[in-house]
């Protein structure tokens, strides 16, 4: 019991939900770190919609038992909106660039040691669940160009990810990737396009990722 109630970073809990969120959701606590935590950006804006409820959202719950007890790095410089109970894991970044926005739906969870990082826009959905390391990047954070024609790429584009996602461990999913919902991708896989036409409950898997089976669905 005693060990449980220490894993609790008591003095994060109370800045973070007093420093990102109006009064009368502060008070209630929906914001619960467990372990160290580094607040690296606090400029920009921390929503949660819906019902609030004390800890409906974890940061560092999640792989406590099988990684290194790392701290979560919440870097918030734009805008974050959670729209429910959020979990992420031990060793984790959310990053929200100032003027980017991220959404992130009801019941979903990342695994411990994952990136989420967001310099455009990136819209998670409901139920999405991603295993350890999974990295969500809307930049590449560098402009490419061709040096034959001279055109100059776009860094960042948006990312869409459905509801009912399962992502297996060791994910990328690059900028201009959309899943749809009810759809599986394997691990190690690298998203990178729009997968909207694949069939309802495809598996994505590979380097880059294209349906390799279909007909499944994730058990929840």
Known sequence: MFSSIFTHNIIKIIYVN??????RQAIKFPIDIYGKLRVVGSSGKLCINGA???GMI???SQGRDMFPLDPVILDIRGTLCLNGSFYIGCGSTIRVESGASMSIGPKSRFGAQSILFCEDNIKIGSQVEGSWRCQLMDTDRHEIRDVN???VYPSHKPIVIGDNV???NNVCINKGTVIPDNTIVASNSFCNKDYSDV???SVLGGV???VVSSGKQRVW
Not at 18 to 23: A, N, Y
């Open 52 to 54: 609030i409820k004390p």
């Open 208 to 210: 880059p990722a294209k």
């Open 166 to 168: 399962w992502i297996g």
């Open 149 to 151: 024609t001279g055109t």
């Open 199 to 201: 069939a309802p409950f």
């Open 58 to 60: 974890k940061l560092g």
């Open 18 to 23: 007093f420093h990102f969120l109006p009064f």
